[in-house]
């Protein structure tokens, strides 16, 4: 399975991102913001960052980069595109995602381990996975997901969520809801579901000896999905 | 504009300083030489107070590959890898602006350690604050904690680990101290001197601008009602382009092209083109007309005492400048050649082609002033006498209440939350434990960092405080399994003109160098502070320890989260009940004289390195040492930790409950260990001749002390975790 991993200006969790696709069997490739082509791959990441400082708004600048062009094609043709954190920022600001994502509700960032649950495992990021619920880590200050009433009612008539804020059970409710975000969105589909959009950092739960290993389930079965 | 004395005093400059300029130029300075000389004689950049007695510093060991004088200082830790680290003061921005003076001093410490060619992989801190009942102290805190995050964060450099206090000293003075670690190949290391005739001296990163100018003279100063009008003074940080120049740097450092590079931090062009000649023993001539500039119309004073940041200085090879402005390009960053080393041995300047400075560069340096200040010897203070019906009125419940609950004690993951500590990827020991510890990436190396302070202790007695903080970070080092190598120094004093301040720098000088001999852990690197005072009230002395050491296999780090419930608990070092200077004295008993606990360094070498012989054998579930608060504080902590709960025991010494629980004797460490192991373990403690006490057992609900008072784990928790979120919520 080959990977390619878009390094923009003020990415910094690139090599985060590289290190866990490889280490699930992924060839990887880092792709530099000013390229034009991607090479032939199989799952494209947006990873982690302040592409641009965060200036403007955050993923806003990254946005237009000349690599997204071929990113929307190769998205619009059905090809599998994945964005964390700074990565989702920037997917919903190129209009791959509906939706935008707010500065955390407490104004402050967060960094700590959260439960996401998964809600639609008809897709290949999900499908046969062992697991409903993941400890997985967050570390952003616009993590608040917001839509329109007609976007929200349209990410749930297609099913788009992906992840949901939890507790350890699964149960999704305020007290679970870290940053604010529109029913405890955590992560997002585009209609097709080939992109997803998430703001917790699963590559960083790839080790016993980090935060924990529910980040090596997620992409153990990504990459059997994409076989 | 006319030179004068009075203008060199406006500077900062004393009368015989400005005297002695003249006497050595054989003439009268220009402004740009005057505001030359006045950067590179304020105290911040020349030392000139402390030289005298940091050159007693023990800098050396097997396994220091750089000590003071560098950028930062640099540790071998085997198979070609090394640690460059340094940590930094940013006081007085911090405390006109928070925000900015605390994000531009995490900014300058990674710069000094990138600089060196090494790839920052932590971040560590040392904040202080004043009462929490101050007007300010709140504001002060969220703006030095929002900066911090927003510089590290955004840099992808994790913050691992910290330290937070307040005291009233500080209310009109707060500290802020950066650490940053990074890791490089021995062969790959950079230095700042120059050499060679003829080489182009390039100027790369951002625009300078009139940000900062003479912020290192205002770190040189005290403070008094006029500090708002010294907010332009601090600088302005953008990590988005640090970020661009740290991957720029590196990528340029993977060739061969580069003969010295230097970051601008304290007095700009200024100090860094100095000290590329200077080292180099050679000249250097620049431009100023070459150099990019973010305003108009700014003077050759303005761009050599700029402090923007995010800027570097590198001397160059011949014939490398197109492929490294090539590099630069590519990060969108500021790329020119604004001049060349030459054989005068002075520092030229050029400007609209006219000569503005002309100054020999050991004037600058070598023949800055050293003072050898006058300075008071503190006396030991008596031991305090406590009532023994007094010990009748508490109850252990309340108090160990009271303590957990202490700002000073309590859980400062407000704090931590809010900085990135995971972002690399390699972090195995998050804030909140003994020490932060991240990987070596790629191997099974890892690197422990803690950062100590004690300012009470420091008050109280100087010599007894410097060494204890060298010691604590030693025991919090051993703690977590890893063999301490180095330390770096962050000394923080009142006016070094005022004899009581200047007495308590040099014996806390004393004091953590004969600690760092002894327990050979050399000083590296370091920064001093003086004039951290507020009119005529100097802080109390704040002398902050970052210490760094080595775990060889990342499997056998060790925590302080209890494991399992009927474990032994023992604590490691002898238990006599110390209460003077105590958090128990001053907070539940209100007494805040007497002389810190005793520091016996024998005693301090042989438990942690005892302790390391215990991990090595896999025999420790769980350690902590023994600090603030005393046994009961840090085993509580343990519990809530691991949610576990322990029952203990006074053993039949003399001293009563309270004197137990938390008196603070130093050198001491409560570590857990299975049944199975106890025999083997307290054996090689016995051969050691390390004394240990056993302090009872693991369970798994709570904390049970000599049979009497329970206290549940969630009680413990609700009392160790409040206070700072609903201080700061409310």
């Not at chain 1, 080939?194 to 016993?208: A, L, S």
């Not at chain 2, 990987?439 to 007695?461: E, F, I, L, P, Q």
């Amino acid at each position: 399975m080959h990977s390619s991993v878009i390094t923009f200006p003020g990415s910094n969790c690139d090599r985060d991102m590289d290190v866990a696709l490889k280490k699930f069997g992924f060839k990887n490739k880092m792709i530099w913001h000013d390229d034009v082509e991607l090479p032939k791959s199989d799952l494209v990441v947006l990873p982690g960052g302040f592409s641009y400082g965060d200036y403007l708004r955050c993923g806003s600048m990254a946005s237009k980069s000349k690599i997204m062009k071929s990113v929307l094609n190769f998205a619009q043709g059905g090809g599998k595109v994945m964005g964390v954190c700074n990565g989702f920022q920037i997917l919903v600001e190129s209009g791959l995602l509906p939706g935008v994502l707010l500065r955390n509700k407490y104004l402050e960032f967060i960094c700590k381990n959260v439960f996401v649950k998964a809600n639609n495992k008809d897709n290949s990021y999900f499908k046969d996975d062992k697991k409903d619920v993941y400890k997985f880590h967050i570390a952003h200050n616009e993590g608040n997901y917001f839509c329109s009433n007609e976007q929200i009612k349209e990410i749930n008539d297609n099913n788009q969520i992906a992840l949901f804020y939890s507790d350890e059970n699964g149960n999704v409710n305020e007290q679970s809801n870290p940053n604010g975000s529109l029913q405890n969105i955590a992560g997002i589909f585009n209609k097709q579901k080939n992109v997803i959009g998430m703001m917790p950092h699963p590559e960083r739960m790839i080790d016993p000896a980090l935060s924990g290993e529910d980040g090596s389930i997620f992409f153990e079965n990504l990459i059997n999905n994409l076989k | 504009m006319i030179v004068n004395e009075q203008l060199a005093i406006d500077h900062g400059l004393k009368k015989d300083e400005y005297k002695k300029i003249c006497d050595l130029l054989k003439r009268v300075p220009n402004i740009t030489e005057l505001g030359i000389f006045s950067a590179m004689w304020n105290e911040h950049c020349s030392y000139k107070s402390s030289r005298l007695h940091l050159k007693n510093l023990p800098t050396k060991g097997k396994n220091v590959i750089q000590g003071p004088g560098e950028n930062a200082g640099i540790i071998d830790i085997g198979d070609d890898d090394a640690i460059v680290f340094k940590i930094e003061s940013h006081n007085h921005p911090s405390f006109i602006e928070p925000y900015q003076g605390a994000a531009t001093g995490v900014g300058g410490i990674m710069r000094d350690v990138f600089t060196m060619g090494a790839r920052p992989i932590a971040n560590l801190n040392s904040i202080h604050f004043g009462s929490p009942q101050h007007k300010k102290t709140k504001n002060l805190l969220r703006g030095v904690v929002h900066g911090i995050g927003g510089y590290g964060n955004c840099m992808g450099v994790p913050t691992i680990a910290g330290q937070t206090s307040f005291d009233e000293s500080y209310n009109g003075n707060i500290l802020v101290n950066a650490m940053t670690l990074g890791l490089v190949k021995k062969d790959k290391i950079f230095y700042s001197k120059a050499a060679g005739l003829g080489k182009p001296v390039i100027y790369v990163g951002s625009k300078t601008g009139r940000d900062g100018i003479h912020g290192a003279s205002m770190a040189s100063a005290s403070f008094d009602d006029k500090i708002e009008e010294k907010k332009p003074t601090v600088q302005v940080g953008d990590p988005f382009t640090e970020k661009l120049l740290l991957e720029a740097c590196l990528e340029l450092m993977a060739g061969d092209s580069i003969i010295a590079i230097q970051d601008m931090g304290a007095a700009g062009l200024t100090s860094s083109s100095i000290e590329m000649a200077s080292k180099g023993n050679l000249g250097i001539e620049i431009n100023l007309n070459k150099v990019p500039c973010r305003e108009t119309n700014m003077t050759p004073y303005e761009i050599m005492l700029s402090e923007s940041q995010e800027r570097m200085l590198i001397v160059l090879e011949n014939g490398k400048e197109e492929m490294a402005k090539k590099i630069f390009d590519k990060w969108n960053l500021d790329f020119a050649v604004i001049g060349q080393t030459t054989k005068s041995k002075k520092i030229e300047l050029y400007f609209n082609k006219e000569k503005v400075a002309d100054i020999p560069v050991n004037i600058l340096v070598e023949n800055s002033p050293m003072y050898d200040r006058k300075w008071k010897k503190a006396k030991l203070p008596k031991r305090i006498k406590v009532e023994k019906e007094l010990f009748k009125t508490l109850k252990v419940k309340n108090v160990l209440n009271k303590i957990l609950s202490n700002p000073n004690v309590c859980s400062k993951e407000w704090i931590w939350q809010q900085y990135d500590h995971t972002v690399m990827g390699d972090t195995i020991q998050k804030p909140g434990g003994d020490a932060g510890v991240v990987r070596v990436h790629g191997t099974n190396k890892a690197v422990a960092a803690s950062v100590d302070s004690s300012a009470v202790y420091c008050w109280a007695h100087p010599l007894s405080g410097g060494k204890q903080i060298v010691c604590e970070s030693w025991r919090n080092l051993i703690s977590v399994g890893a063999k301490p190598i180095a330390i770096t120094n962050c000394l923080n004093f009142g006016s070094p003109e005022n004899q009581e301040n200047m007495g308590e720098f040099v014996e806390c000088v004393q004091g953590l160098g004969e600690a760092s001999a002894y327990l050979q852990f050399p000083v590296v690197s370091g920064n001093v502070s003086f004039y951290n005072q507020t009119k005529d009230i100097g802080i109390k002395p704040t002398p902050a320890i970052g210490g760094v050491g080595l775990i060889k296999d990342y499997q056998n780090m060790v925590t302080m989260d209890l494991k399992e419930a009927d474990n032994v608990l023992l604590v490691i070092g002898k238990t006599e009940g110390h209460l003077d200077q105590s958090l128990f004295a001053r907070d539940i008993l209100n007494e805040k004289n007497g002389p810190p606990p005793e520091i016996n360094l024998f005693n301090e070498k042989n438990n942690g390195e005892t302790i390391l012989k215990l991990i090595d054998k896999k025999y420790i579930k769980s350690a902590h040492d023994v600090s603030l608060g005393g046994i009961i504080t840090a085993l509580s902590k343990m519990c809530i930790k691991g949610k576990k709960g322990a029952t203990i025991k006074k053993p039949n010494y003399l001293i009563n409950q309270f004197e137990y629980l938390f008196g603070e004797d130093q050198g001491r460490y409560i570590i857990e260990i299975s049944k199975i192991d106890l025999e083997s373990a307290t054996k090689i403690l016995q051969e050691n001749s390390v004394h240990f006490d056993e302090l009872g057992s693991v369970n798994d609900d709570s904390l049970i002390i000599d049979a009497k008072t329970k206290v549940s784990i969630d009680d413990l928790i609700k009392s160790h975790t409040n206070w700072l979120t609903n201080y700061m919520e409310n």
